[in-house]
């Protein structure tokens, strides 16, 4: 098909699946559930760090991770005590377990009491057309503590060659300006335009074979060709065609 016929088709299919719906099927509405910026850019983040593997799981494991907080994740980041932290054990999510849980509670709550939260280190290293680099330096400031080596492979870094999926998921969430009540918009020193789509496994496999990836591995090479096709599509809002892969592999067997 032309690409005045692929954006169409696409433009459909985000028009389907962005909407309130997806949120009950999705790890957004951890986030959903919270009306503080702080809180929902914490729950977004914790949950999005554990978005691999099974939904339903997922969505538990996220939820339970909240519970633990006491529902009041950012209260809990900056306020709680070493004690509190051994409500901690015992939590898993494959291979994410209670001592990267302790220390990305840790992080966090450098990085809200030092840093100016997570928006401001997300924001810090922007490039017009890409957040890569950003994401790349946020690792850097979120490991900056003393930390266990196995922690580190929770957060992914493109500068490496990963392309990043969980992170740019959570960046979709709280920088794409959505008129539809799906993602969140709450962060505004970012531009819409210079976020990622999420590449998975299902979003790879619609975008080849749409033409609109050719790279067979997907990874850091792999989202720059996508983003560059995607932004061809819609200069100022790419990553909207996230719901649209997503929704083709997913729920369409495409």
Request: some cysteine; overall charge neutral.
């Amino acid at each position: 098909m032309t690409q005045a016929e692929l954006k169409e088709f696409l433009d459909e299919k985000v028009i389907l699946y962005n909407n309130p719906k997806f949120i009950e099927s999705d790890p957004i509405q951890i986030p959903h559930s919270f009306t503080l910026k702080e809180d929902i850019e914490i729950a977004g983040f914790l949950s999005a760090t554990i978005a691999w593997g099974n939904r339903k799981m997922i969505i538990n494991n996220a939820k339970r991770l909240m519970e633990i907080m006491g529902n009041s994740p950012y209260d809990f980041i900056v306020n709680h005590k070493e004690n509190d932290l051994e409500k901690l054990s015992g939590f898993v999510h494959r291979t994410f377990n209670s001592i990267d849980a302790v220390y990305f509670i840790k992080s966090l709550q450098n990085i809200y009491q030092n840093h100016n939260g997570l928006e401001s280190v997300f924001a810090k290293h922007q490039e017009k057309s890409s957040l890569q680099k950003s994401i790349s330096e946020a690792k850097k400031v979120f490991f900056e503590l003393e930390h266990p080596q196995r922690t580190t492979k929770h957060f992914s870094d493109p500068m490496n060659g990963s392309a990043a999926k969980r992170i740019n998921m959570f960046l979709r969430w709280m920088i794409r300006q959505d008129n539809c009540g799906v993602d969140f918009g709450i962060w505004k020193t970012i531009l819409p335009s210079a976020v990622s789509c999420p590449l998975d496994v299902h979003s790879g496999n619609v975008a080849r074979k749409l033409g609109l990836l050719t790279r067979k591995q997907n990874d850091a090479k792999a989202l720059l060709e996508l983003d560059t096709n995607l932004r061809k599509l819609d200069p100022i809002d790419p990553s909207k065609y996230d719901f649209a892969l997503f929704g083709l592999g997913i729920f369409e067997k495409f």
